[in-house]
């Protein structure tokens, strides 16, 4: 902070009237890296009450476990270390904070470790004379084949899909193994991408498409918001700048927020607000309180569609949700926001056409 500051409270720089930052103020009172800080924080447009929460939960409510692994990250980083952190670090902290007993947990290490006994590394030890697999004593090991054609089978049953019987997987991953060495060029399997589909609302509704993309070479993030009918065509459109905040879910509920507002200033009441996040579509279906870092934020966008006639929901996949994307892509080339009624930038056509394309 500057010195000589005259402010004594947080709610001193905030323009009550707006529900904004009173940037000037802030700018005179702290450092330009601290004003920055602070203006990147996003403010609740609705009156709500103040709340304590726990910041280093996924939900932001505090536990024993969770204040345990704080007060550990705090003694490590008070110990003399390397100028270069662990990059594998996000990875292990994932690894070992699976919902799975602790056998698996260390066998997950010691895979990505690359110290599970193998005969390839009993072999690179001079335990073993060869690394042949010790059922057909004719082929190099196949562990890695058969633990991927076991995920896929996992994968494959929980969305539904045809997978090979589980005493097949061996034979399978023989034959992949063999494929693969007399075409190395060609892959042993083949995924193929759904295309893109955007769906229409109802007769009398209106879809709100949203998405946010951050640019973190400027500091700012960009909105993109598509009002479209039960025809498809746009009724329409906003590419917005703002200020990069904390985190990437708050770059997709700040979107949805001011998707709302772009709504309600139009005039219309009977909104689908569709998006892309998971974790935000949850938050807006869950009907207990939210102490998350951006619950207010969530709070906002409920208290906003208490002034629609109807409200409802919808989860996409990202690239069911192109044209908002691509919206809050073009945002980083505009200096300031912009709108367009029944249409979309001419440089976007081709997107929209592909989601036209989509419905036939």
Known sequence: MAEGCVTNRVGDLIDQENRTWNEDLIDRNFYEFEASTIKSIPLCRSLQDDILIWPFNPDSVYSVKSGYRFLQDLCLARQPSSSMPNPLQQLWKKLWSLDVPNKVKHLLWRACKDSLPTKANLMRRKIVPDNLCEICLKEPELLMVVLWNLWKCRNNLRLGKPTIPLN???????????????????????????????????????????????????????????????????????????????????????????????????????????????????????????????????????????????????????????????????????????????????DLLSVLEADFTSLH
């Open 168 to 346: 097949k997987v061996l034979e399978h991953s023989r034959e992949q193994r063999i494929e693969s060495h007399s075409n190395p060029l060609t892959s042993t399997t083949s995924t193929v991408k759904q295309p893109a589909r955007w769906t229409p609302p109802p007769d009398h509704w209106y879809k709100l498409n949203f998405d946010g993309a951050t640019f973190a070479n400027k500091d700012t993030t960009g909105i993109g918001i598509v009002v479209r009918n039960s025809d498809g065509l746009v009724m329409a459109s906003l590419a917005q700048q703002i200020p990069l905040p904390p985190s990437v879910i708050e770059v997709e509920t700040l979107a949805a927020r001011r998707a709302l507002e772009f709504a309600l200033e139009l005039g219309f009441e009977q909104i689908i607000l569709e998006g892309d996040s998971e974790s935000l579509d949850k938050a807006l279906k869950t009907e207990c309180s939210n102490f998350t870092t951006y619950g207010h934020l969530v709070q906002d966008i409920l208290f906003l569609s208490t002034h629609l006639s109807e409200f409802k929901t919808s989860l996409v996949r990202r690239q069911d949700n192109n044209l908002a994307h691509s919206l809050a892509r073009k945002s980083q080339y505009l200096s300031h926001m912009s709108i367009w009624m029944e249409n979309v930038p001419p």
